[in-house]
């Protein structure tokens, strides 16, 4: 499974971003796909996750209510829209598939066996 992320910039603090994840290979193999963000000095932390038949999605309290998950199965494509963007949520976002169903969904960095390069995005103040 192979996955490539893009929609990363600069962006002034209360704009929004649209980052996109295209899921290629044995797609069929995978349950779960979620977003993840990583800073310098930082581990990489569970930003939001949904399976592709719908269960989800969860989101980290940070982010809820100014980002929307969503996933096109047809297509294989993740999506994350950020709204409302802050300067703390400055940093690398990786797309991420795992293939283990685990109820509701997997939300742990170690469930996840497949990612992507990340993309930057930069919120500025």
């Known amino acids: 499974v192979q996955l490539q992320a893009s929609g990363g910039g600069l962006v002034q603090a209360g704009g929004s971003l649209r980052l996109s994840c295209a899921a290629s290979g044995r797609t069929e193999t995978t349950y779960a796909v979620a977003w993840f963000r990583q800073t310098p000095g930082h581990g990489r932390d569970l930003v939001a996750t949904?399976?592709?038949?719908?269960?989800?999605?969860i989101y980290t309290d940070s982010v809820n209510g100014r980002f929307t998950f969503s996933t096109d199965n047809a297509k294989k494509m993740v999506y994350l829209q950020m709204n409302s963007l802050k300067p703390e949520d400055t940093a690398l976002y990786y797309c991420?598939?795992?293939?283990?169903?685990?109820?509701?969904?997997?939300?742990?960095?170690?469930?996840?066996?497949?990612w992507g390069q990340g993309t930057l995005v930069t919120v500025s103040s």
């Open positions: 949904s399976s592709w038949s719908g269960v989800g999605p």
């Open positions: 991420a598939a795992n293939s283990v169903v685990r109820f509701p969904l997997p939300t742990r960095r170690d469930e996840f066996a497949y």
